[in-house]
């Protein structure tokens, strides 16, 4: 017998044991099985109120209230931005022609819309710490 078949064998009869103990409880002390499944659930949901307690705090809705505020405060402003990727032409155009170099830089550097960026939240005044690098 390999170690696969056994293990696998070992498994079914532990879920087979645990199958049978569940019916025989449930025929002798029906209440209690019922009770139990309550108590773990109340233990569960406990468990799943207090992480979200603990881990939904307040600055990530926050900031994200506030990014949702500044890209609507943005779009109003700028519109909707329609800037297309650049192609890989004006790279095959430019390897093959070296004359044109500045030309083709400039107009592209026009060409570009410069994006809208709103700092929402930040820590400018803050020194960095030396030591920790």
Do not use: C, W
């Not at 078949?5 to 019922?34: E, H, K, N, R, Y």
């Not at 309550?38 to 900031?63: D, Q, R």
């Amino acid at each position: 017998m390999n170690g696969r078949s056994f293990t696998f064998a070992i498994f079914v009869l532990i879920i087979g044991l645990a199958i049978f103990g569940l019916v025989s409880s449930v025929i002798t002390d029906p209440m209690g099985v019922l009770r139990n499944i309550g108590i773990m659930l109340a233990v569960v949901g406990i468990f799943y109120l207090l992480y979200k307690m603990f881990t939904n705090s307040s600055g990530s809705a926050n900031s994200q209230s506030s990014y949702k505020r500044a890209a609507k405060q943005s779009s109003r402003k700028h519109g909707k931005q329609n800037v297309a990727p650049l192609s890989n032409s004006f790279f095959k155009s430019n390897s093959s022609n070296d004359k044109g170099k500045k030309g083709n830089l400039s107009s592209l550097k026009r060409k570009r819309k410069q994006s809208h960026l709103t700092v929402i939240e930040g820590k400018k005044n803050k020194k960095k710490d030396r030591a920790s690098f």
